[in-house]
């Protein structure tokens, strides 16, 4: 009966599909969290798949912060039209305008803790009781400790502490009105597993995973790309370096590597040899040793 | 790593249960080091975190240790999960905390595993710890066990203390039901027969704990012979080019479904024939669990989110009572003729307690009969009666339609997890 077993992929793509098709069952307005990224990619990938041959029942939901990369955007437009799938945006300039959040200042100021405000907002205003989200439990501390059907209540909180026990892979998403579910799909995968079916399924993504040439400057050990939306100090020298993205997130906060990796393959390789956490250069997470955990409870992705 | 060798990895999940002292921590962070699966900015953290809390030497149960409160008490509260890989498979570790507290922790983390990891103190031998943890595993049928027996440097590395514990263990493990158990001497802290063998015990000739996760036969964990398939959603396009197709989205939870075969239906007892195995990535001839395929039928049969396709000539039990091994684990107790509802694979429906068989004190495996509640982290047997039929095959037999979680109606909380008599 040997060849009757799955490969840790098409394992973890079994898994997955199946939690994307209890999400659609059930709950009644579920929406997909698309940050461009190549988590979120193959999210939307594998619901895709779960719904094969109808289209992709869910809405794409971006927070969008105004800092993004225009690589980002125009993948996204690309995929949202690919796919007949409808795009609904949360603006974050929007909720600066309408005064619910007010932009930080300073030399390392972005707008990743605000879109936590902009998202609730958006949950609200479209009524959606479950978004499904590409985080991992392999990326950081605080998701180690994520169930795959996570509650919030109808602050959109999330406890820790007080988690329902998740038990085989029977999920309960029952919940009181008011309250909704962050689900993740793609809780078991790691870095390289996410690296290996892109590679494996051939999913196109945005050309920032990819090796090219960018005018950059050096902060805390960290190359970032110099834009409209990055502050700078005078002293701080702009050079231009062949570097790629392993994570991307708002502009101004998602660091870059140098690499010469301009293939799945050579991608692969180095994921494969690195020494670093993906994360390791997001300036997000270092404002303090439990930042993830610290904006999670308050209702970040 | 040749990616190609990777694509075709296996994946093994296993559960770990203890305290810091017995030096869990320390064998996960000892895995995780000599696989070279931690990165050098975790490290650099932990290092950092260790010297602000005053440790000269690196905690690594911190690498373990997620939420801030863990961090600042030095202890673990709920389930994390880890990832490492070598060049032959892929693990999911299921790292929980063993108090008895959290014997809700240890459940969750051992209902998705392959194999249950047990720590033992050569300076203590077996302790409370171990037969709960081991009780909890044989409950939830994890088929392998390993036993490592750590701190072996402590004990001058006796082959006589590693005997002794090991036969206290095989007669207490003849009361489970386990039946691959295997023992190694370790020494976490200084790596003796995790990833690199033993020079310092020359008299054991086994293998290595990382040898042994790498080759433990799992491929026969799932049920390969009982087709089971529960309906998730059901799948109609309303496309020009899929005008008529409607397909029955769900996982194989047993058995091996192949195009053309007579099927039944349950409840309705329809019967057809498979007309087609769909994936976006094309037709399968045959499906096996844990696959998340599409099925179309030959015939128009009005079939709905919970009901289950099966084999004519094999079919689960369909009954509205359900005798069941229960682990409450909610702070409100159960009673007797509380209802719940009650989640069996793809179907819900609602139950009550009818009756209350027996406690299991897990220290001593005695049965208390003559109980009128079950508190929190109380184990036993009940019995429920249900408002519609489930489908439900004996928890040994299969885990996926074996398994069962109560629900509280009021708060939404899931309260026990049930395993089929």
Redesign the interface.
Known sequence: ??H????????????S??VI??V??QFQNPAILFSGGKDSIVLTHLA????????IPFPLVHIDTGHNFPETMEYRDWLVDALGAKLIVGSVQDSIDKGRVREETGLNASRNVLQTTTLLDTIEQYKLDCCMGGAR??EE?????ERFFSHRDEFGQWD??N????????F?G???MGEHFRVFPI??W?E??VW?YI??DNIPLPQLYFAHERDVIERNGTLLAVSEFLNMRGDEIVHNKTVRFRTCGDLPITGAIESTASTL?EI??EV?A????ER?NRADDKRS??AM?DRKKQGYF | MEHKAYLDMELLRFTTAGSVDDGKSTLIGRLLFDTKSIFEDQMEAVKRSSEKKGIQHIDLSLLTDGLKDEREQGITIDVAYRYFATPKRKFIIADTPGHVQYIRNMVTGASTANLALILVDARNGLTEQTYRHSYIASLLQIKHVIVCINKMDLVDYSEERFDDIVRDYKDFAAKLDIHDIRFIPISALHGDNVVHRSEKMEWYDGPTLIYLLETIHIASDENHIDCRFAVQTVIRPHSEDYHDFRGYAGRILGGIFRKGDEVMILPSGFTSTIKAIQTFDGELEEAFAPLSVTIELNDDIDISRGDMIVRVNNKPEVTQDVDIMVCWLNNNPMQLGHKYILRHTTREVRAMVKEIVYKIDINTMQRQEGEKQFAARDIGRIRLRTTAPVFTDPYRVNKHTGSLILIDEVTNETVAAGMIV
């Open positions: 009966m040997s009757y077993y799955l490969n840790h992929l098409k394992e973890l793509e079994a898994e599909i199946y098709r209890e659609f069952a895709r798949k779960a719904f094969f041959p109808a289209k439990r392999d501390k605080a998701r180690a400790k820790p502490k988690q329902r026990p998740e038990l085989w892979h029977l309960n029952r919940k009181n809780s078991n790691t390289m597993d290996q590679l494996h393959e692969i390789f494969a690195s020494r670093q956490t390791g040793e439990t955990e």
